[in-house]
Structure formats: C-alpha cells, structure tokens
C-alpha cells in the first residue's frame, strides 16, 4: 500500500489542475451566467436567432451603402 507522500507526488499534477480551475475567477461567473440565462433550451435557440438576424442586418447594411453594389446592378431610381 502506497504512503499519503507518495500517492500525493503521483497526483500533483492533477491536484494542481483542480487548484488552478477551482481559484479561476471566470469559472464561477461563467457556471452562474450559464445557470441564470440558458436554463432553457430555447434561451439557447433565441441567443443563436438573435445572432443570426444581426449578422443578415449587418450584411444589408453594408450592401446598401453606393459604393457596396456590385458593378453590373444598376442603381434603383
């Protein structure tokens, strides 16, 4: 049977792990950010929709400035 010594040189490497993520000031904040506003599936599905529409209203954006239209479409009157 191994000695108390012994078993923690064995495992100091993953005692330091568990050390570094437990003193992580971000894991904490991110477990109760992640509890508090994705406690639903939909939450997720709302957040990812949301994403997505301020990414195709970014893309109008840019296609709607003049100098953003490609060369062959003519300007509407």
């Known amino acids: 049977m ?12 993953v005692i330091d792990d568990i050390h570094k993520f437990c003193n992580n000031p971000w894991t904490p904040a991110a477990a109760q950010v992640y509890y508090t506003h994705f406690s639903s599936p939909w939450t997720f599905i709302a957040l990812l929709g949301a994403i997505i529409s301020l990414l195709f209203s970014a ?19």
């Open 2 to 13: 191994l000695r108390s010594c012994e078993l923690q040189g064995m495992y100091a490497v």
């Open 59 to 77: 893309t109008q954006a840019y296609f709607s400035l003049p100098g953003n239209r490609p060369e062959n479409e003519p300007t509407p009157r």
